[in-house]
């Protein structure tokens, strides 16, 4: 696995997603196909993620994904970091320099950055859209934003299964009622020819609210799958089942070539 940054000279991406948070494990090889799949079809074209320990078995599926040219991984570093509250220290100090370290790295490679975390995606949700462009040609913004903003949607995975793909956008479909009001908990697509704001953890961009032109939900949101969540309202939500068979055609292409790569090791 190559731990650098391949982006080819001058070149420019319309989207490119960074993850916000460092990548450090606790993930399965089934969610990290289908996530990267999912903010493929989206219309990513390039996804960095800062790496702090990368687990062997998800290994050769970043190597994967690297080499067709779709993923950077960049090594993130904490032998020098406090060895106590590692996890307050990349809450409140990791995740806001690796949100930096994206805004002015892909500036001039990328017209425009996604800001999620591995159990999120944002998704175009009107019935008309597929992609982030689609959804961002459908926000009537009266000016031009540095951001758009996607309130987040909460999305239970411990819910009863509306689906058996074993693919977690299309079976789990229970979701809170409640949309987060602007700007908590929401993500963002930034404008990097426009961007000039400072970077948080959870509302990404301090003091952005009146640059940010906030997407309708029935346009697009913040799809956030979490094992649990103590609300008691909920309702079904199919959005994303417009994308099932193109993410099944899709995740079963990577496997295949993966189980040609590896044979009975796949994970």
Known sequence: MSLHQNFKKGQRYNF???LEGPFFG???????????EANIIFGAQKILIHNLS???YLE?????????????VLPWDLRFWPTTNRSDIIRSNLQPMMIVDCQYRLQRYSKYVVFIDIDELIVPRSAMDKTWSDMIDHVSCPFRPQLFGARQLW???????????????????????FIENFPNRSKYIA????????ASVHSVFEGSE???CVIPPKIGALHHYKQHVSYNETVRDDVMAKYKMELIKRIKLVKGKMQGTLGNQIP
Do not use: A
Not at 60 to 72: A, F, S, V
Not at 191 to 198: N, Q, R, S, W
């Open 60 to 72: 050769p599926y970043i190597n994967y994904y690297e080499r067709i040219g779709l993923l950077d």
């Open 26 to 36: 606790g993930i399965s090889t089934d969610w990290f196909v289908e996530w990267m």
């Open 16 to 18: 490119t997603v960074c």
């Open 155 to 177: 999305f239970f995975k411990r819910s009863p299964q509306v689906e058996n793909t074993n693919l977690i956008t299309q079976d789990v479909m229970i979701r809170h009622t």
């Open 210 to 212: 009146n640059c940010t």
């Open 191 to 198: 404008d990097t020819t426009l961007l000039e704001t400072k």
């Open 54 to 56: 990368i687990p062997l």
